[in-house]
């Protein structure tokens, strides 16, 4: 009984996961009454496209490179997180501003959120499902699932999962995330109309701990058991809820030409020449920091209840846009030209400690891309885009983003890419403005200026690539050490250079990861100089071909830095020069395995432990977990 208990805490079912398991048994029904149910596997029965782009369908994954890499934080490069799956992660480097918009300015789950941009809307020949399980470490737990079907030949629709559950090394470290969302796609036969709708569902309840009292966990010889070294915090959480609804559908405009459908059967189809875009989004979104126990130690100030801490955040966001795209066109000077034109609009109802306020963006935006012909003698191509947007209403009046991108195609494995950029933005919401139990601040900070010029060369055929990127910022804000946005009164400038190298021979790989950044002010940022990660795997194909495998190890290292401390009150990075961290190669042993649409590995996590160091800390005072053994199992299906 206790074990069933257990299940049923672990999954926390709420009403929008069960509509969402009702619809999939739904879908999953047409296939379970057929009396032959037979299992299949062919990736190109399947693709999807994202609501960017809905005319780009891309194919699905199913290699296993890096298939290790389940964990948000440590799957890309140049994360870091506070200790454990779902916990608050962010970049070890610049990141610029990617639109005109208006920010809220929490963003340390944004690797564990689901957006609206990342749904993929499925186009299947025949019903495919995944079903997916990790497992690590103190009941580290990630399970997925996705099941999409067309129902007809132009319409499809689907459902995906995923849930994180974990208990954590160290005490107050219990996260439970759920991401979902249903999907329908249609197109009509004709091409002449398309419709993307999705419902999308985050539910996050990290506890924090603040981190652990003994920064000398990993030397003390006292500590018999990590899980019960005191912490900072014993009864902070951070929850957060996001519900929303996004329609998006167009209309195509162009030639229409007779296709033969079969020897008697004929259909009109729209050759696009231009297209008529609208979308419409609802979202709600909230975010708490609920804290039980007022610990004047780790809080310097106490604003709106001595007793309890219950901080929200809230709004309700209802977007549209407007969308004119040109298709590329073979007519004369206009020949492989492309141009989008829009409007996107926001309306933002806040509700906070501050009381009620609404807030709204008004972008108006254009893209134009032009695709140059090859030149016979040198296969020379060149591919231009110029984009811009700019804000015109309310708060963020003035903000603006422009990009010059020029990739240059020489030959077949050459590709040299230039792109400058040019941004203004306001201050995010609670830079400018907050008010919690602990944090009261009421700034006027200046809009930012971000200049940007880069380079880089791919060489497929040597597996290298090479890039340099030179920034400028002129009223860079950041947290100080306070835990306090503050806003940098000279221009920030730092430079950063990056390599990609790959050596293959035979079946052995070693892939190699390196990035060099410099600022020339280390005290308004949290960034290492050296950024590495490499791979060393034996790739190989036995019993024919069948089964595919690989086994290898992961190594991750950036030099000693004074790496940022974090605030769970206010979900921030901040700066701290008291502690400069120590770090050393930490390795992770693993293999991994696919036969057809089974993919599976096993990996025993920081292998090297008490090697080179005890152990180490990726934010002042959290710790990283210990050597720990990890599993996961995919299995995708055609029926």
């Known amino acids: 009984m206790a074990s069933a208990d257990k299940i049923v805490q672990m999954v926390n079912f709420n009403k929008p996961v069960v509509c969402i398991l009702l619809l999939s048994t739904l879908l999953l029904a047409k296939v379970s009454t057929a009396q032959d149910t037979v299992f299949n596997y062919n990736p190109s029965w399947t693709s999807y496209s994202l609501m960017q782009d809905p005319d780009i369908y891309y194919q699905l994954d199913t290699v296993i490179t890096y298939f290790n890499r389940y964990h948000p934080a440590e799957a890309a490069f140049g994360y870091l997180h506070t200790g454990h799956i779902g916990a608050a992660a962010g970049p070890m480097f610049f990141l610029p501003p990617s639109d005109a918009a208006f920010d809220i300015g929490f963003h340390q789950f944004d690797l564990y959120w689901l957006k609206s941009d990342a749904v993929k809307y499925f186009d299947s020949k025949h019903p495919y499902t995944v079903v997916a399980y990790q497992q690590g470490s103190k009941a580290e737990v990630l399970g997925s699932f996705i099941h999409t079907q067309n129902i007809l030949p132009q319409w499809s629709l689907g459902v995906s999962l995923n849930r994180y559950r974990t208990d954590g090394f160290y005490q107050r470290q219990v996260t439970k995330i759920t991401n979902m969302d249903a999907f329908t796609r249609y ?106 126990a007022i610990d004047s130690a780790f809080y310097s ?61 008004g972008i108006a935006g254009i893209a134009l891309r032009k695709t140059g012909r090859p030149d016979s003698v040198n296969r020379l191509r060149l591919e231009y885009q110029l984009a811009g947007e700019v804000n015109l209403i309310d708060r963020n009046q003035g903000d603006f983003r422009l990009q010059f991108l020029m990739d240059v195609h020489a030959g077949a494995s050459n590709i040299i890419t230039v792109d400058a950029q040019n941004a203004s933005n306001h201050p995010s919401y609670i830079q400018q403005h907050y008010l919690s139990n602990h944090f009261s601040w009421n700034n006027n900070f200046s809009a930012y200026n971000t200049a940007i010029a880069s380079v880089s060369w791919e060489q497929t055929v040597w597996k290298l690539k090479l890039s340099a990127q030179f920034f400028s910022v002129k009223n860079y804000l950041y947290w100080n050490s306070d835990a306090l946005p503050a806003q940098y009164d000279r221009v920030l400038k730092a430079y950063s250079f990056f ?65 940022p401390a974090y605030m769970p009150e206010t979900g921030q990075f901040y700066q701290q020069q008291f502690s400069k961290l120590h770090y050393y190669p930490v390795a992770d042993l693993f293999i991994s395995l696919q036969v057809k649409g089974v993919r599976a590995f096993a990996m025993m996590q920081h292998i090297n432990k008490d090697m080179f160091g005890p152990g180490y800390f990726a934010v002042y005072r959290s710790p990283m977990p210990d050597r720990s053994f990890k599993l996961g199992l995919e299995w995708r299906f055609w029926n």
């Open 187 to 292: 197109a009509s036969q004709n091409g002449f109309y398309h419709l993307d709708f999705s419902y999308i569902l985050n539910s996050l309840k990290v506890e924090e701990n603040g981190g652990v009292e003994n920064t000398d966990v990993f030397t003390d010889t006292t500590l018999l058991d990590k899980s019960l070294q005191p912490v900072l915090l014993d009864s902070a959480m951070n929850t957060g809820k996001n519900d929303v609804l996004f329609f998006q559908h167009s209309f195509d405009f162009g030639e229409k030409v007779d296709v033969k459908k079969n020897d008697s059967v004929t259909y009109r189809k729209v050759i696009p020449k231009w297209r008529l875009q609208q979308s419409v989004q609802w979202e709600r979104r909230s975010y708490r920091f609920r804290d039980a």
């Open 301 to 361: 100030n106490i604003y709106l209840d001595s007793v309890l801490t219950r901080d929200t955040l809230k709004f309700d966001c209802v977007s549209s846009e407007v969308r004119f795209r040109t298709m590329k066109s073979d007519l004369g000077p206009l020949r492989n030209f492309a141009a989008d034109l829009y409007l996107h609009h926001d309306l933002y109802a806040l509700q906070s400690a501050l009381g009620g306020e609404k807030v709204q963006n």
């Open 499 to 563: 390599l990609q190298k790959n050596f293959v021979y035979k079946g052995f790989h070693l892939e190699n990861e390196l990035q060099y950044q410099s600022y020339s002010n280390d005290t308004v940022v949290s960034f290492p100089t050296f950024l590495l990660r490499q791979s060393f795997y034996f790739e190989n194909r036995l019993f024919k071909g069948a089964l595919h495998s690989k086994i290898g190890i992961d190594i991750r290292y950036n030099n000693d830095y004074f790496a």
